[in-house]
């Protein structure tokens, strides 16, 4: 059984960083591409950043510069480097293994 537990979400204040962390429990995690989501209050859920088995990453252009996905194969576990937060960045954070498996989220809010 495939599980994601996300951890690292909080409030911070405008100009902040935080790091969200997706440990994967019940795959071979290091042959999975691993994404990370968001969803504000009222909106659709959005993607933020993706990274492939080979390291290769991907971002939105909202957040790109100022996040930065990384992962430990050996820990099993995904990251998510947030810098220079704004107001816009709060919202459920999620991470997603490849075949649509999804965390429980975790919150991120930005204070302004």
């Known amino acids: 059984q495939v599980q994601l537990v996300e951890s690292g979400g909080g409030l911070v204040q405008t100009g902040g960083s935080l790091r969200l962390s997706c440990a994967v429990s019940g795959s071979t995690f290091s042959k999975n591409s691993m994404d990370w989501y968001r969803q504000a209050p009222g909106k659709q859920r959005e993607w933020v950043a993706g990274?492939?088995?080979?390291?290769?990453?991907t971002y939105a252009d909202s957040v790109k510069g100022r996040f930065t996905i990384s992962r430990d194969n050996a820990k099993n576990t995904v990251y998510l480097q947030m810098n220079s937060l704004k107001p816009d960045d709060t919202a459920v954070y999620y991470c997603?293994?490849?075949?649509?498996?999804w965390g429980q989220g975790t919150q991120v809010t930005v204070s302004s």
């Open positions: 990274i492939f088995s080979d390291g290769r990453t």
């Open positions: 997603r293994r490849a075949g649509g498996y």
